[in-house]
């Protein structure tokens, strides 16, 4: 399966820390994409990244994607309460079929207490 | 105005029950898609069109029938309705092949 698996599955800092969250997946990719959802609402696109590139920054976002052991880490920088959400990692590659799809990880749970 | 709508947001029903779901994105995109996220949170694609053609049919059961009359809106509808069908669906679209994802706010299915 192509599907990414996130950890930890629940991450609890203090406002200001900085909160790391890791991907690992299991094929060939065309890139990865970090998704975030706020409670009862829907995904919003966080930060994409190329299979040919290592590391790419936006805001106070920091992604990094290593395509040789399969996995990806986000990290967010000085978190806010506001940062509260579930984050996703989302892997786009092809299926054995030959569709182009996105696949989701389970997802990171992250708590910012003020 | 909002980008990927989702109508109703909220839709409670009986099992057996017939019902269907409606999406519309304004952003051009010529790509669409179904996901379902279940009560663990993991979601799952289910059907994507391109140009209202049918490209990607995940192993869904057949009391999902979605729909596709212009680029701009996708339908899902569904037959026969269990218990197992309460979830949280979510539409989204996209630039064929190209990046990321604009997702709906969701409409979420309790099936009683």
């Known amino acids: 399966s192509q599907q990414g698996e996130e950890d930890p599955q629940a991450l609890s800092i203090q406002e200001g820390e900085n909160a790391t969250m890791n991907c690992s997946y299991k094929t060939s990719i065309n890139n990865l994409q970090w998704y975030r959802q706020n409670s009862g609402r829907g995904l919003v696109h966080l930060i994409l990244?190329?299979?040919?590139?290592r590391e790419k920054h936006s805001g106070r976002l920091r992604v990094t994607l290593d395509t040789s052991k399969k996995s990806s880490s986000l990290l967010i920088t000085a978190s806010r309460a506001a940062d509260t959400a579930s984050y996703f990692c989302?892997?786009?590659?092809?299926?054995?079929?030959?569709?182009?799809?996105?696949?989701f990880g389970k997802g990171t749970k992250l708590t910012v207490n003020p | 105005d909002t980008a990927v709508s989702q109508t109703p947001k909220y839709l409670v029903t009986q099992m057996g029950n017939d019902k269907s779901i409606k999406c519309e994105q304004n952003l051009g995109h010529d790509t669409m898609y179904w996901y379902k996220q279940d009560s663990k949170k993991f979601l799952k694609i289910m059907f994507s069109?391109?140009?209202?053609?049918?490209?990607i049919n995940e192993t869904v059961p057949n009391r999902f029938s979605p729909k596709s009359p212009d680029k701009a809106h996708l339908n899902l509808h569904i037959n026969s309705l269990e218990l197992g069908d309460s979830a949280v669906y979510f539409c989204?679209?996209?630039?064929?092949?190209?990046?990321?994802?604009?997702f709906g706010p969701g409409t979420r299915l309790t099936v009683l």
């Open positions: 990244i190329r299979s040919n590139e």
């Open positions: 069109y391109n140009n209202k053609e049918l490209i």
């Open positions: 989204a679209s996209r630039v064929w092949r190209e990046g990321e994802q604009f």
């Open positions: 989302a892997t786009d590659g092809f299926d054995q079929g030959g569709s182009e799809k996105l696949v």
